[in-house]
């Protein structure tokens, strides 16, 4: 593999003083995923992914961003005065100040979200945050990416979620929680890949297999433009 390939790309930035995010944006807005869906909720979207998921739709976190001091993005937070509050990216994990980031969110006593692609070890992650731990299934290409030992620090507070493309992915990610008995462990998300596909047959698949999962769309794409950013 060539050694710039998105597949050997850092997976920790190490440039920054662990006081310092780096911040592509901060914004309020309805909480489109998740078992949180349709909860107002302050997002903090960090800047920086060693993923590349072919369906990202968050690539333009990928690079740029703004230094922040983590006491500058708390005060921004707290402004909002909204409870939920979630932590994503770009990977949010693949900056060592996000811990701490966490941890102060949760001293503040919001109810905190971790947004994380499974690729990063979320061992250290304050115990106090939900973590939403996305398996990466074949069609982003990254499924190789996982940390399968993550899951034996998820607990029932947590989620599990599979970004579903095709069929393929469907069959892979229901032979994940099988294998793994996630449904006993925390809510599982079946989410489809937006605007791939038709919603029916995912569903139809579900429900057929007596599926103890949850179907969940992006809810935030279908009250604002799909292509909005900061929303
Ligand atoms: C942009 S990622 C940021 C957090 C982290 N890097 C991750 O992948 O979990 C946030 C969530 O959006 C999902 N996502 C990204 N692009 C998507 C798309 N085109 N359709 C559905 N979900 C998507 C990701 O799978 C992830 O669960
Ligand atoms: N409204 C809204 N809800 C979201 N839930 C997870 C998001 C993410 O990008 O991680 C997201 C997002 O980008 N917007
Ligand atoms: S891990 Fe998350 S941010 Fe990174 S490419 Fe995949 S979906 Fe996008
Ligand atoms: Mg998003």
């Not at 390939?5 to 440039?15: I, R, T, V, W």
């Not at 990063?120 to 731990?133: C, E, G, N, Y």
């Not at 990416?145 to 095709?166: A, E, G, P, Y």
Request: charged residues 25%; glycine residues 6%.
């Amino acid at each position: 593999m060539p050694m710039n390939s998105p597949k050997s790309l850092p997976l920790q930035s190490s440039s920054s003083p662990d006081s310092t995010l780096r911040i592509t944006e901060i914004f309020h807005s309805i909480q489109g995923e998740s078992t949180f869906a349709g909860e107002p909720c302050v997002f903090v979207r960090l800047t920086g992914c060693p993923l590349r998921c072919t369906w990202c739709d968050t690539a333009y976190a990928f690079h740029g961003g703004t230094d922040m001091s983590l006491a500058t993005v708390l005060d921004q937070v707290k402004s909002y005065g909204c409870r939920l509050v979630e932590v994503t990216g770009g990977e949010p994990l693949s900056q060592a100040a996000a811990f701490p980031l966490i941890a102060g969110l949760c001293d503040e006593g919001l109810e905190v979200l971790i947004e994380t692609s499974g690729a990063m070890d979320i061992s250290t992650v304050d115990p106090r945050a939900k973590i939403i731990l996305d398996i990466k299934c074949p069609g982003s290409d990254m499924e190789d990416r996982t940390r399968w030992d993550n899951l034996q620090h998820i607990t029932q507070k947590d989620q599990i979620k599979f970004v579903i493309s095709d069929r393929r992915d469907y069959d892979w990610a229901v032979d994940v929680v099988h294998r793994h008995h996630l449904a006993d462990r925390c809510p599982v998300l079946f989410s489809p890949v937006f605007g791939g596909q038709e919603l029916r047959p995912m569903a139809e698949w579900i429900l057929q297999d007596r599926l103890p999962v949850r179907f969940q769309v992006q809810l935030h794409k279908f009250i604002w433009n799909p292509e909005t950013r900061g929303v």
